[in-house]
């Protein structure tokens, strides 16, 4: 199957979807479940090069050993002027460390770096704050995150890229993969 442009309608993406169907989306997983349009890999879409408009990715770049994979193929499917919306639990927070699947976790600047070698513009948006147990201490955080911006107390982030960069590039390369992209850009040991 091949997805491309169909009429004038903006083409918008829900990869990873899971149970989490959005209306207006083309909502695609792994997994087939209801409310999923399109069964595929993230790593091996079936859309058209520069075909996608907008793409939402709530809770999956965590899930794979290498996010390159999953970028680099988003990053082929998406039109110049695309957005993406990456929310992505941060690092040292239940949300991040509970889940077993969970393969790849950053911090807020890392994910910040790595995206920016995929977008122009790499804009934050906090989601909830770390410690939910205190009210006082809730209200704390609240002040501190939406207040001063600290938003590394956040529960996680909602990551919204915009204008995908000509030719990405890799800003960071974990230790786990500096093999493989050490010989995809033919560099020596």
Known sequence: MS????????RRLNVGAGSRAEP??????????P??????????????RRSIEEVQAIALLEHFEDPYQVLDELHRILTPTATVRFDVPALGTYGAHLD???KFLADLRLWVDILGGYYH???VR???????YSKLLVALLHVLVRGFRMYDLAQAWSLVCRRPRR??????IPWWLEDRYRAASGERA
Not at 24 to 33: A, C, M, P, Q
């Open 3 to 10: 997805h491309g442009r169909e009429g004038s309608r903006p």
């Open 24 to 33: 207006g989306f083309i909502n695609l997983d792994l997994r087939s479940r």
């Open 35 to 48: 409310g999923i349009d399109v069964v595929a890999d993230v790593r091996r879409l079936p859309f058209r």
């Open 100 to 102: 077993l699947d969970h």
């Open 121 to 123: 513009s790499v804009r």
């Open 126 to 132: 906090p989601l909830g704050v770390r410690y939910r």
């Open 167 to 172: 030719r990405p590039e890799r800003r960071y």
